[in-house]
């Protein structure tokens, strides 16, 4: 009886979690009138949360034959291998994202973020603005601006972001313009190759800036490209951070074993 009413509350849990799932998912829809990159993946859990709650509620596994019973088995594995992984990545990903920089770097590199027309995205503008900050408090900084040109893109991101900071008293002589990476492993491929042909320092000191979020994964994939890195953390908007933040754990999966 016991076994039973804990089956059943795991079906509750699975039921409310799900619904807030959905309810997040409708929350960024309504805030910013669209439909929120990635979002989808919380209404898409929701409902698997939803559905896999009421069968916990409905039916026990005792009820099951033998080769549901092992299929739940290795699904219940699966999912605690994936959990586990989450929580260690996530644990990453908030260390990073609260890091404070203290040394002075021999260049800055801020990570583009995504323009419409010529007009930065809002997770882009905070990236810019957070590097002007840092500008200013180092005075005469080589600035490496990094960001192609995509679809719905009037200009590249990088020449974006070097109006922008011309315009807030940045000298042009100091801002280099990458402008053919479209993710963040090419922003540090394209980044040090720029790097090779006007410093031919091995282990130069860069400072990355970049969203809090994605601070941990452009940090080692600098690494990999045998930067000395720190990361800035731009701020976003803290409505979107769980979604930036469950959608750049698939992220650093992927670059962990994939990016090279």
């Not at 409708?26 to 989808?40: L, P």
């Not at 800036?209 to 601070?215: A, I, L, P, Q, R």
């Not at 953390?233 to 999966?253: D, I, K, Q, S, T």
Request: proline share 2%; with cysteine.
């Amino acid at each position: 009886m016991k076994n039973l009413k804990n089956h059943k509350g795991i079906g509750y849990f699975l039921v409310a979690f799900g619904i807030i799932n959905i309810l997040y998912f409708i929350s960024c829809f309504i805030v910013f009138s669209r439909f929120v990159n990635f979002s989808e993946f919380f209404v898409m859990l929701g409902i698997a949360c939803v559905i896999l709650g009421i069968y916990k509620i409905r039916f026990h596994e005792n009820n099951f034959n033998e080769v549901v019973k092992k299929f739940l088995t290795v699904l219940k594995v699966f999912i605690s291998i994936i959990v586990i992984s989450f929580i260690f990545v996530e644990g990453c990903i908030l260390v990073s994202a609260n890091e404070s920089h203290n040394k002075k770097p021999d260049y800055i590199t801020i990570l583009g973020g995504g323009i419409s027309g010529r007009n930065m995205l809002l997770v882009q503008l905070q990236r810019t603005q957070e590097a002007l900050k840092y500008i200013k408090q180092n005075p005469g900084i080589k600035v490496i601006a990094s960001g192609g040109q995509g679809r719905g893109e009037d200009i590249s991101e990088a020449e974006a972001m070097r109006i922008y900071l011309v315009q807030h008293g940045v000298k042009n002589e100091d801002i280099i313009k990458e402008e053919k990476s479209k993710n963040t492993l090419e922003n540090m491929k394209y980044t040090r190759e720029i790097l090779k042909k006007i410093d031919g320092r091995e282990n130069i000191q860069l400072a990355v800036v970049t969203s809090n979020f994605h601070v941990f994964r452009a940090k080692f994939l600098a690494k990999r490209y045998g930067f000395q890195v720190e990361g800035v953390p731009a701020p976003v908007n803290y409505l979107l951070l769980p979604n930036y933040c469950v959608r750049e754990y698939f992220g650093v999966v992927k670059s962990f074993i994939f990016d090279r």
